[in-house]
């Protein structure tokens, strides 16, 4: 199990490789947030600020899908004057490469009110997708 979490008291950024049952402290400010173990579900309450509401996302980098798109809109364009139309092959094909690693791509489960992001846990695939109107019942 991993875990993703910005402190809420330094804005540090921590990730916790979770082996067996252990205090989660903030690897800079040291604040100790509590005890989470192997059995950790996604019906328990979040380990940060145990509230109890998760969605699932694809853990799949944007920027990386974003620059795959680019390169590709980039390589049709700048071909284009030499195959003409043919060149937005390459737009396809690296359309077709982001998708595909987007599909093959597993599902975290994200915290509603901290962000917290867990990994490598059971039942992600129960849990629902994001909806907007869960995350302004938690905002500020």
Request: net charge neutral.
């Amino acid at each position: 199990m991993k875990i993703n979490f910005e402190c809420d008291k330094c804005q540090n950024f921590n990730q916790f490789h979770i082996k067996n049952k252990c205090e989660i402290v903030c690897n800079n400010c040291e604040k100790k947030y509590g005890t989470i173990d192997l059995n950790w579900n996604y019906n328990n309450e979040c380990i940060f600020c145990k509230k109890t509401h998760f969605y699932k996302r694809k853990n799949f980098n944007q920027l990386i899908g974003l620059f795959i798109i680019i390169l590709g809109g980039c390589l049709a364009v700048g071909f284009h004057s030499k195959y003409g139309p043919l060149s937005y092959i390459f737009l396809g094909v690296f359309s077709l490469l982001d998708f595909i690693l987007f599909k093959f791509t597993d599902f975290m489960g994200v915290c509603y009110s901290c962000s917290a992001e867990y990994y490598q846990i059971d039942g992600v695939d129960a849990l629902e997708n994001f909806e907007h109107h869960n995350l302004e019942m938690y905002q500020n």
